[in-house]
């Protein structure tokens, strides 16, 4: 049948409904046929506005036709008996506006997928940032926060009387700093921290032990001397019988040696930089490298920290 007799109808409504009986959406067909899904409704509305011109929207047609499981050629003919403008059969100007459309949806899935690109990223980079700036913290934090806590106290005011014994302690003993105890007004200057070993303070004549015949007695194993010594930068604090004596960083090969009457609560930073010794003898290690470590040293406990012989 020729193209001037094949009745017209509703051109639009016939591909829509051989589309429904095939079962497949509008969104199938714009994939499979690289189509708009906007041309695609256009076209089942019989908008050929949409469309462009001459042979490229009857290719159009042809690939909606066999998606739809319609004979491409006679779906052709009846879209040019419906729509016989110059515009089918040779082109018109829409071609131009359906391009810019195509234009203007490819520009807004790009933006899209851009848009989608940053969100991930910005999180991405963020981790990336923290997890640096969080390891080189960790890398530097080697003061220990008990000496710094130590370090805003105003120190003790109160000496030791050097005739005063204190009872045993257990020789494991590491637990934190604690108040001296009350005690008698002091008969001997504070303890100092030397670079050398210093002689111990003068004992009161009081305090100083005698023989039924009157002759001086050997002095008693009462009093402690600690020396320190680091290899490599740590921040130490000793509290002497109630008085600080060190609260600061020592440098590498730095030696304190301080006499010790009563107590001494050493605090260091790490562990594992500082070397002890106890009235001249060898102490164990008193922890790990980065260990924040604080110790109670007196003259009946000490002992218990030096090296096994």
Not at 12 to 29: F, N
Not at 167 to 190: N, Q, R, Y
């Amino acid at each position: 049948m020729a193209a001037a007799d094949r009745p017209t109808g509703d051109f639009g409504a016939k591909l829509r409904a051989a589309r429904e009986r095939r079962g497949v959406s509008l969104r199938q067909i714009a994939n499979a046929t690289k189509i708009s899904v906007a041309v695609l409704e256009a076209l089942e509305r019989n908008d050929i506005s949409r469309l462009p011109g001459g042979i490229f929207g009857r290719a159009f047609v042809r690939s909606y036709a066999i998606e739809v499981g319609l004979d491409p050629e006679t779906t052709i003919q009846d879209f040019i008996a419906q729509f016989p403008s110059d515009s089918v059969t040779a082109g018109h100007p829409t071609t131009v506006q359906v391009e810019d459309h195509e234009a203007h949806e490819s520009d807004r899935r790009m933006a899209s997928t851009f848009m989608r690109l940053i969100v991930i990223s910005v999180p991405i980079a963020a981790a990336v940032v923290y997890f640096t700036i969080a390891g080189r913290r960790s890398g530097t934090s080697e003061v220990a926060p008990s000496a710094a806590v130590e370090a805003s106290a105003p120190p003790a005011t109160t000496h030791p009387a050097a005739d005063t014994t204190p009872p045993p302690a257990p020789a494991s003993e590491t637990s934190a700093p604690s108040a001296a105890p009350p005690i008698a007004p002091p008969a001997a200057p504070p303890a100092s921290v030397t670079s050398a070993p210093s002689a111990a303070p003068l004992v009161p004549a009081a305090a100083t032990p005698t023989t039924p015949d009157g002759a001086a007695a050997p002095p008693a194993d009462d009093r402690l001397t600690v020396g320190i010594r680091v290899t490599r930068p740590c921040w130490i604090t000793a509290t002497v019988d109630g008085q600080r004596t060190i609260n600061r960083l020592l440098q590498p090969g730095e030696t304190n040696t301080i006499d010790v009457g009563k107590e001494l609560v050493l605090a260091a930073g790490d562990a594992s930089a500082v070397a002890l010794t106890l009235n001249g003898a060898g102490a164990k290690p008193i922890g790990k490298t980065g260990e924040v470590v604080t110790l109670r040293l007196t003259p009946a406990n000490f002992k218990g920290y030096l090296q096994n012989r």
